[in-house]
């Protein structure tokens, strides 16, 4: 199963002292004390509290009505383009992943507010990495189209290294390496998992590191394999069982009699 990344700052110590709390807290898969520490008062506010309530919701898949109000509310304060294009955005990720946890079909509504986003969003701009990122993963997810997935992947990894988006960048390397794993392509995997485990752990991003660490393992060869996922069990039951899609990668191993 594929997830994915909202980008944001608070990753250095330069930053702002509340995006570096609302890191934190994302971080450690606490969307909702994170969200609460911003009060929709102001349409990137709003955004930001979306967009994390969101996220909870692909990690933890619960919260989806918190995270409709909260989007319903980003889309009203949003009156540029770019504004309207980053709500229309966190709309299709929503519907992305109420599909893709099988919550309710909403593949027709995620396909057009990610239109919608590019449609708003022009090229080179911070925001438009993260939608190409998105619409790969509904080509590669959704339609089962790798090769559209790919180009797509491709144009957010260009993106988030012109913008410096290290989060982003760690989704890209890993979903790029998930597509040349299944076509048997080891070395490029290996190498795509090991980038995004690097930026993960440097950044401190506990809840996306357990499936950085699954994805790695699939790649290696025993025992790197097993000790991989004995680490990435340990940060599951760290973090209460978030994200909830991984549970069944990390299921012990059959007992041999």
């Known amino acids: ?38 009060p929709p008062t102001t349409a990137a506010a709003a955004l930001q509290r979306a967009a994390l309530l969101v996220e909870r919701c692909l990690y933890t898949e619960q919260g989806w009505e918190e995270a409709e109000d909260a989007l319903r509310t980003a889309e009203a304060l949003a009156h540029t383009d770019e504004e309207r294009g980053a709500a229309a955005c966190e709309r299709g990720q929503l519907a992305y992943a109420a599909t893709l946890h099988g919550v309710r079909d909403r593949a027709d509504e995620a396909r057009a507010a990610l239109g919608r986003a590019a ?39 260009t993106g988030a290294a012109a913008h410096a988006d290290a989060l982003l960048l760690s989704f890209t390397w890993r979903h790029l390496a998930g597509l040349a794993l299944r076509e048997g392509e080891l070395t490029e995997a290996r190498n795509g998992f090991a980038e995004s485990l690097r930026i993960r752990e440097e950044l401190g991003y506990l809840v996306g590191t357990a499936p950085a660490l699954v994805s790695l393992a699939d790649a290696e060869t025993e025992p790197e394999a097993s000790r991989l996922r004995e680490e990435a069990r340990r940060l599951f039951r760290l973090l209460g069982g978030v994200p909830t899609w991984l549970e069944p990668q990390l299921a012990p191993p059959a007992a041999t009699a």
Request: with cysteine; aromatic share 6%; hydrophobic share 50%.
């Open 1 to 38: 199963m594929a997830h994915t990344a909202m980008s944001g700052t608070g990753t250095t110590s330069d930053d702002d002292p509340l995006q570096t709390a609302v890191w934190r807290l994302r971080s450690r898969a606490c969307w909702a004390d994170a969200a609460a520490l911003l």
């Open 119 to 157: 449609a708003l969003i022009p090229p080179g701009a911070a925001g438009r990495a993260l939608l190409d990122f998105r619409r790969g993963l509904l080509a590669e997810n959704l339609a089962h189209a790798p090769q559209a997935a790919r180009a797509a992947y491709r144009r957010a990894h």
